[in-house]
């Protein structure tokens, strides 16, 4: 019987016997393993190239796009204003979404007769109006009876 590796190439697994000292085997061993990692450095550098590339021209494809929607949206805009308004995007109506409250505190309120009376026309109590306003009742009640 005839073993299969005569007169065949050597297998790769199969160590080879030479006459090298353990120094330049070790030298030799050394110098694969610097050569599979540069390789696998080289590799590793053109893969992060290429994403980077990818994430550049997907960005890119991304900001057109959404120029071209604004482009429809501004045309449709200028044709039809109701249209536009009726499809632009709106916040979420979920209620377990906290709003931040808007500060009020330096708001003026326009506090004037013409205004008191035309709340009071609408159903506003005398002591609701002198509260959200900060005057007194009888302030309230003078600028009711003044007639325009």
Do not use: C, F
Not at 8 to 32: F, I, K, M, Y
Not at 40 to 59: P, V
Not at 103 to 113: C, E, L, P, R, S
């Amino acid at each position: 019987m005839v073993d299969r590796s005569w007169g065949g190439p050597p297998l790769s697994n199969v160590p080879v016997r030479t006459n090298d000292s353990l120094e330049e085997r070790a030298a030799r061993r050394a110098q694969a393993r610097e050569d599979r990692a540069n390789a696998r450095g080289g590799d590793m550098a053109e893969r992060l190239e290429a994403r980077a590339k990818a994430r550049e021209a997907q960005a890119a494809e991304r900001e057109r796009i959404r120029q071209e929607r604004l482009e429809a949206e501004a045309k449709l805009a200028q044709s039809d204003p109701h249209t536009a308004a009726a499809q632009r995007k709106r916040g979420s109506g979920r209620k377990d979404i906290v709003r931040e409250q808007r500060d009020t505190t330096g708001y003026a309120m326009v506090v004037n007769a013409d205004r008191i009376r035309k709340l009071a026309a609408r159903g506003a109590s005398i002591a609701s109006l002198s509260a959200v306003l900060g005057l007194s009742t009888q302030e309230i009640e003078e600028a009711l009876a003044a007639t325009p």
